[in-house]
């Protein structure tokens, strides 16, 4: 069996590190399965779906390494779900109801009275041809329910049969039916709930594995049942745990809360969002991955927590560290060059500064530091002043190798007395503004004799 995956949300909004979670359980999956991955945008509503979305949701997807095989609407698709209504009517298991949401909303209640689970109690099933007739000359239209299994030969009994799987997550899991009504496949206006597609589509598409979040858990009985009545057989299922905030919130595309397009934007590297994204709520360390397929090695879905994970955005910046310190100066060039930084000492500038950055786009700073000198000059007293114009007296003449600081760090110690942060630390200051940053050693040559003789307070 050849392993198909798919990651179906609406293009109702940006996609959240949430969302990316699902599609990163789905790509790593596949990654490891040599399957493939269906990107599949579920915008049946027409009203609130957007192109310039889905458009969004792929930019997301791609920054994050993921590039799917196949790209499906289903607003596309209309066809196909209107062929499986047929059938489903043509076999009595999709039925008319033509009460309004009051009428709904007052039968609930009666039955909650009752001590009777608030569930639909099938009434339509009952129905007489003329009061049919009755309800569309009033010009009512029917939605259309799914009658779900039932043990019992009399559809108005209770009696319904429990829905048993193996969650690729979770392990053994049930739902009983008995406790959920009918769902509702067909709004009065003709449009599908979520569903049908998608139950459809997972079967066209030949989907092996859905992997998705818990708070579908539910849902997954209704669907396995409607598999079974479409006569397919029912993929592998799995569900992670959900993300939210760190105060414990939900994540939302409608709030933007932890959106991939806010993470990019402050300067996140992918891997760390998809690090943490993957790992955070499972029993693996959470660790920087420097690529999606050394992740995949990391990946397990039976590891992951069956509780919800708060995601700690602080958490992102020590990975964005790690990735940052640790990167090539051939992966960082196109980057930098975009930042203006380029020529001969691109390279030994990277490899001087990546250790202190925090985001890549802070090389900039440094890179200002090193061709213009410090942005601020900090206040001397008079003896570091007088020191300053000492050492800078004994600067050696060029050319320049790699032991240049330590040969006029000597020279100035030798001169003057000085050791440790009282000769390093004046030094520091005047040649980049700031108490802490990069190696001097590795700056000094980029700074160059002339460079460095500027700076002088």
Not at 22 to 37: D, E, S
């Amino acid at each position: 069996m050849t392993v198909t995956v798919r990651f179906a949300p609406s293009p109702t909004g940006r996609i959240h590190i949430g969302n990316a979670r699902t599609a990163l359980f789905n790509w790593l999956f596949a990654l490891n399965n040599k399957g493939r991955f269906i990107q599949r945008f579920d915008d049946t509503d027409v009203a609130r779906s957007k192109q310039e979305f889905a458009d969004a949701i792929l930019y997301d997807l791609h920054w994050l390494g993921i590039f799917p095989d196949a790209t499906e609407y289903q607003s596309r698709r209309f066809e196909i779900y209107d062929a499986a209504v047929e059938r489903l009517k043509a076999a009595g298991v999709l039925y008319a109801c033509y009460e309004t949401p009051e009428e709904l909303d007052l039968r609930r209640k009666v039955r909650r009275t009752r001590g009777l689970p608030p569930v639909y109690g099938r009434e339509a099933l009952a129905l007489t041809t003329e009061q049919v007739a009755e309800y569309q000359a009033d010009g009512r239209r029917p939605h259309w329910r799914f009658l779900l299994p039932n043990f019992s030969s009399d559809p108005l009994q209770p009696e319904r049969t429990e829905i048993h799987w193996d969650d690729l997550v979770r392990g053994e899991e049930t739902v009983d039916l008995a406790s959920l009504s009918d769902p509702v496949l067909v709004r009065e206006d003709g449009t599908y709930l979520y569903t049908l597609p998608s139950v459809v589509d997972d079967i066209e598409m030949g989907i092996s594995h859905v992997i998705r979040g818990d708070d579908h858990v539910t849902n997954t009985g209704v669907q396995i049942a409607l598999f079974k009545a479409l006569g397919a057989e029912p993929p592998v299922f799995g569900h992670h745990n959900l993300l939210t905030t760190v105060s414990g919130e939900g994540l939302s595309k409608r709030t933007g809360a932890l959106s991939i397009e806010s993470l990019r934007e402050d300067g996140i590297e992918p891997m760390a969002v998809a690090s943490l994204a993957v790992l955070v709520g499972t029993s693996e360390n959470v660790a920087a991955a420097h690529d999606l397929y050394e992740l995949a090695g990391h990946f397990d879905p039976a590891a992951t927590s069956k509780s919800s994970s708060k995601f700690d955005p602080a958490e992102l910046f020590v990975l964005n560290r790690v990735l940052l310190h640790r990167m090539p100066f051939a992966e960082a060039r196109d980057r930098l060059m975009v930042l203006g930084i380029s020529g001969e000492h691109a390279e030994p500038f990277w490899l001087a500064v990546r250790g202190n950055l925090d985001r890549l786009a802070d090389a900039i700073a440094w890179w200002r530091v090193l061709r213009e000198g410090p942005q601020e000059m900090p206040e001397f007293s008079d003896d570091d002043r007088d020191f300053l114009h000492q050492a800078l007296d004994l600067l050696p003449e060029e050319p320049w190798n790699g032991t240049v600081w330590k040969d006029w760090t000597g020279k100035i110690r030798e001169a003057t007395g000085r050791k440790g942060k009282a000769l390093f630390m004046p030094l520091r200051l005047a040649l980049t503004g700031r108490s802490s940053g990069p190696e001097l050693a590795d700056l000094l040559p980029l700074m160059g004799r002339e460079g460095t003789l500027a700076r002088r307070p």
